[in-house]
Structures are given as C-alpha cells and as structure tokens.
C-alpha cells in the first residue's frame, strides 16, 4: 500500500473540489493512521468478544442493504450462522473467496453504487481510487461514507479491520478471526 505517502496536504488538494471534503479527509487520515503510519499491525487493542460484536453489526448492516434491494436469500443464508472465532487468519481469508462470501459483498456494493448521491464523474473515479487504495471494497465503503444516501453504516467493518479481526462468511457459519489477539 502506498498511504502512507499520502499528506495531509496531498489529500486536502484532492478532496477541495467535493462538497464533503471535511468528512473524506477525516475517513482517509484515519484509515492511513491506523493502517499504515504504524506498519501492518493495528493500533488499536482488542478482545474476542469484541471482535465478534463488530462482525455482527457488520453483518448486519449488509442484510439491511441486500433487503433494501430486495434480495432476502442472502439475508436468510445468514440468518442462523453460528459464530466461530479460529485463530487462523488464513482460513479465514480463503473463506471470503468462498460463494456465500462473495455474493454478500457484491449485493452491497450494488447497493452502495445504487445510493451514491449525484454521482459524477469526479466521485465515481474518487470512488474507484479509493478501491485501488484499499484493495478493499469493505474499506472503500468506508471512505466513500460521505457521499451515500443512505442509513446503513460502513463503519462496523473499519472498526473491527482498525482492531485487528476480519471475518467471512460459508455455510452457516460467520468466521471470525484477528492477525492480534
């Protein structure tokens, strides 16, 4: 990643052309604070239980997204999904390439796209830097806060990255997982 090169400076010139500014440079400083001025470990300190709490105010955020566009399988796939916490943070990422996983995230993302209020050109190619940023399309949600339309909160899954856990979802299960605790 190259945030960490990005200045105070740097940003504020990009981010002077969009009546949000104040809110993007506030999310971007944030990510690249807790990201990557202090290397690949998180700054903040957790436990388990919290880790597990943000994964599901995550998940719940996306099932009142993909309802909001009117996809109840995905919703109902997670419904009853027991919680395991592995230390592995390994599984875990291989799992989020995993169906259940992926249609997820890609029924957001739709509904994030679908929500971007006046989308120009400017902010879709801001919203596709912020992609190419992060390689994260979760964290691209939480950049681009600022110019959605809509309640539901990307913030949950900043948090849970900002404390060192992730997780994903296969089969009736939400894994959960820190590269910390």
């Given at each position: 990643?190259?945030?960490?090169?990005?200045?105070?400076?740097?940003l504020?010139?990009?981010?002077q052309?969009?009546?949000?500014?104040?809110e993007?440079?506030?999310r971007?400083?944030a990510l690249r604070d807790i990201?990557?001025?202090?290397?690949?470990?998180?700054?903040?300190?957790?436990?388990?239980?919290?880790l597990?709490?943000?994964?599901?105010f995550?998940?719940?955020?996306?099932?009142?997204?993909?309802?909001?566009?009117?996809?109840?399988?995905?919703?109902?796939?997670?419904?009853?999904?027991?919680?395991?916490?592995?230390?592995d943070y390994t599984k875990?990422r291989?799992?989020?390439n995993?169906?259940?996983?992926?249609?997820?995230?890609?029924t957001?993302?739709?509904?994030?796209?679908?929500?971007?209020?006046?989308?120009s050109d400017k902010?879709?190619?801001l919203?596709n830097?912020?992609?190419?940023l992060?390689?994260?399309?979760?964290l691209?949600w939480?950049?681009?806060?600022?110019?959605?339309?809509s309640?539901?909160?990307?913030?949950?899954?900043?948090d849970?990255?900002?404390?060192?856990?992730?997780y994903?979802?296969?089969?009736?299960?939400?894994?959960?997982?820190?590269?910390?605790?």
């Amino acid at each position: 990643m190259f945030l960490d090169n990005l200045s105070d400076e740097f940003l504020v010139s990009v981010f002077q052309y969009f009546p949000e500014r104040d809110e993007l440079l506030k999310r971007m400083q944030a990510l690249r604070d807790i990201f990557y001025l202090e290397g690949s470990e998180p700054i903040a300190k957790t436990t388990v239980e919290e880790l597990v709490q943000l994964s599901k105010f995550d998940i719940y955020e996306r099932k009142k997204a993909c309802k909001l566009l009117g996809d109840n399988t995905l919703p109902s796939a997670v419904r009853n999904a027991r919680v395991l916490y592995v230390d592995d943070y390994t599984k875990v990422r291989a799992a989020k390439n995993g169906e259940v996983h992926r249609n997820l995230v890609e029924t957001v993302d739709s509904f994030y796209i679908g929500n971007i209020a006046d989308f120009s050109d400017k902010k879709s190619a801001l919203y596709n830097a912020f992609f190419t940023l992060t390689n994260s399309l979760e964290l691209q949600w939480y950049l681009a806060k600022p110019f959605f339309r809509s309640a539901i909160n990307p913030d949950y899954y900043f948090d849970l990255r900002s404390k060192g856990g992730d997780y994903a979802l296969i089969d009736g299960l939400l894994l959960v997982t820190s590269y910390q605790v």
